[in-house]
């Protein structure tokens, strides 16, 4: 069975910076992009940056310059490094991960539990 632990989240204030990290366990055969998304309360969930296997990003537009998303193919990790963080960031961040369980099989969504991140003075 697949898993998606998120860690890292917390209270900060504006200006600060904060490290999510997400390990993926369990039965892997082929791990593909991997992501984080966030979800504030009352909105939808959305893309803040996701990192393919080969190394390449992409950054939503409001986190651009301020977020980095890194990538430990060994160790089927992802880690989002957040700086400059204002309340606008507050929300539940998820861990996203496209995976593939056996040898030619389809790449299926998993996710985190979630980590909260909030951002206040």
């Known amino acids: 069975q697949v898993q998606l632990v998120e860690s890292g989240g917390g209270s900060v204030r504006p200006g600060d910076s904060l490290t999510l990290s997400c390990v993926v366990t369990g039965n892997i055969f082929l791990v593909g992009g991997m992501g984080w998304y966030r979800q504030a309360p009352g909105k939808q969930r959305d893309l803040v940056a996701d990192?393919?296997?080969?190394?390449?990003?992409f950054y939503k537009n409001s986190v651009k310059g301020r977020f980095t998303i890194t990538r430990d193919n060994d160790k089927n990790t992802i880690s989002l490094h957040m700086a400059s963080l204002g309340p606008e960031d507050t929300a539940i961040y998820f861990c996203?991960?496209?995976?593939?369980?056996?040898?030619?099989?389809?790449?299926?969504?998993?996710w985190g539990q979630g980590t909260q991140v909030t951002v206040s003075s």
């Open positions: 990192i393919a296997s080969d190394g390449s990003t």
């Open positions: 996203n991960a496209k995976i593939s369980t056996y040898p030619y099989g389809d790449l299926n969504n998993y």
